[in-house]
């Protein structure tokens, strides 16, 4: 079946890199996704990648990629104040509809 | 090029009654997503359009439910006969085919007291 987990918490310093990690069951998924929520907001979409890369480097975010084990993970470098939020990893499949499954969410606290 | 809206931002209703949402999707994307999500936890799908037919609709969407795509643009999500456990933010997101990216309106957070 379908299954996203995710670590609930992390705390980082201002300046430090955040590395947040990610779990998947559906081998058949075709893109994995980072979206970003402040509080009372919708999601934004920071960044994806498709399952038969490795790595995908955008500015400050790198997204790691392992199939074989099913993990994702986002890497922010030099952390900021202004990217504390819940960050939620995704995984669609390209049956048609792509509609995502959304792992429940890492609170990032980033502490100056 | 405005983003993905939704109206209401905030909606508070008593059990037992009727709620109405509305979604615009950005201009010309032709898939538009319904998602569900409760304090604490990632959304989950609810139903999906492409142009106006609703092709696909999750077991969380109970016979009180109910979205319609008209004319393949705006998307209304009814809830008939509320209940407390209706209490959520309800998540619109649209996306253009082929592209697969989704891009996610504010919310309507709806609270049944």
């Known amino acids: 079946g379908e299954d996203v987990e995710q670590s609930l918490f992390l705390s980082v310093r201002e300046g430090d890199s955040s590395v947040i990690n990610c779990t998947y069951t559906d081998s058949s998924s075709t893109y994995l996704y980072w979206y970003k929520q402040e509080p009372g907001a919708g999601l934004q979409l920071l960044t994806y990648?498709?399952?038969?890369?490795d790595m995908k480097q955008d500015q400050r975010l790198t997204v790691l990629l392992n199939k074989k084990d099913k993990h994702l993970s986002l890497r922010i470098a030099d952390t900021q104040t202004g990217d504390s939020a819940i960050y939620f990893c995704?995984?669609?499949?390209?049956?048609?509809?792509?509609?995502?499954?959304f792992g429940s969410g890492t609170r990032l606290l980033v502490r100056p | 090029d405005t983003g993905v809206s939704q109206d209401p931002r905030h909606k508070i209703t008593k059990r037992g009654q009727n709620v109405t949402f509305r979604c615009d999707p950005i201009?010309?994307?032709?898939?538009l997503y319904w998602y569900r999500q409760t304090l604490g936890q990632g959304p989950e799908f609810l139903t999906y359009?492409?142009?106006?037919?609703?092709?696909?609709k999750s077991r969380l969407l109970s016979d009180r439910f109910s979205a319609e795509r008209p004319k393949g643009s705006f998307s209304t999500l009814e809830i008939q006969r509320t209940e407390q456990g209706d209490s959520a933010m309800y998540l619109c997101a649209s996306s253009i085919n082929p592209e697969h990216e989704q891009y996610f309106g504010p919310g309507t957070r709806l609270t049944v007291t």
């Open positions: 359009f492409q142009n106006e037919a609703q092709l696909e």
């Open positions: 990648i498709f399952s038969n890369m």
């Open positions: 201009s010309e994307h032709n898939r």
């Open positions: 995704a995984e669609s499949i390209e049956d048609s509809s792509y509609k995502l499954i």
